[in-house]
């Protein structure tokens, strides 16, 4: 009789220490000391852009409320293209969240990532070309003097001419 009695007394003192920690991890969590399941963060990316200039355009600024990150993690966004010549483009991007010891904890995080784009848009210059007069002599007018009147080209290119 004494073996059951204390094989009833033991699994009674291990409920009650199961009981308690219950107990105490949902009143932490309703007391927002500890929080349950997977942060949700939301990362905005802000358009960007730029004027011709022959150099990529492979960043840009992100919002994110500092709130949903934990004090102690250090959040990153990783750029993945870039818009060169003048178009637009998504831009591409990976969110990667640290801890103090820049250990990866992304995956403690749910991350939405709302896009925006990439823009180049086109240098302004202005072409002049010099007139030439001449008297009609069955042969065309050639011009073959350019010059820039306005803005600037990017620096190592230049304009050739076709025109004979």
């Known amino acids: 009789m ?11 003192t291990i409920l009650l ?21 997977v942060q949700e963060i939301s990362v905005k990316l802000v358009e960007a852009s730029k004027v011709y200039d022959g150099t990529p355009l492979d960043s840009a600024i992100f919002n994110f409320d500092d709130e949903d990150l934990d004090p102690e993690h250090t959040l990153e966004v990783e750029f993945l293209n870039s818009q060169t010549n003048v178009g637009s483009q998504d831009i591409k991007a990976n969110v990667l969240i640290y801890d103090k ?44 003097e350019c010059k820039v009147t306005s803005g600037s080209l990017v620096k190592n290119h230049e304009v050739i001419n076709t025109f004979s």
């Open 2 to 12: 004494s073996r059951v009695r204390t094989a009833i007394l033991f699994l009674g």
């Open 17 to 37: 220490c199961l009981t308690t920690v219950v107990i105490t991890y949902f009143g932490l969590l309703s007391l927002g000391v500890v929080e349950g399941g």
């Open 101 to 144: 010891n820049g250990k990866d904890v992304t995956n403690s995080y749910n991350v939405s990532l709302e896009s925006a784009t990439y823009t180049v848009t086109a240098r302004p210059i202005t072409l002049t070309y010099e007139s030439n007069k001449k008297e009609y002599d069955g042969t065309p007018i050639t011009d073959t």
